[in-house]
């Protein structure tokens, strides 16, 4: 795995975030990789994952909702709309 992404992950096993925004194309992993990683700590189950990526055609967005991401957002966009999902992410907890 990545460094970046490694660190990422070693962070997690210590405390996992309640929220995470995700790239899907990652240098070397990409964010499937990473979420399937993610799920092997035990107690990563409440994270919820908003994946950033540039692919938005029907497959991948199905891919994304089987890999269990709360959302995602279409490349590029704007830091409101940024904002508004994590908002409505916040919402839901």
């Given at each position: 795995?990545?460094t970046?992404?490694a ?9 996992v975030p ?6 899907l194309n ?5 964010g ?9 700590i ?17 497959k ?34």
């Amino acid at each position: 795995i990545e460094t970046v992404s490694a660190e990422a992950l070693l962070v997690c096993n210590v405390k996992v975030p309640d929220f995470i925004l995700l790239d899907l194309n990652m240098p070397k992993i990409d964010g499937f990789v990473f979420i399937k990683e993610l799920r092997k700590i035990t107690y990563s189950s409440h994270a919820r994952i908003v994946m950033s990526t540039g692919a938005c055609d029907v497959k991948t967005v199905k891919a994304l909702k089987e890999a269990g991401v709360a959302d995602y957002l279409a490349k590029p966009y704007s830091m409101e709309l940024l904002q508004k999902k994590f908002s409505k992410l916040m919402s839901y907890t």
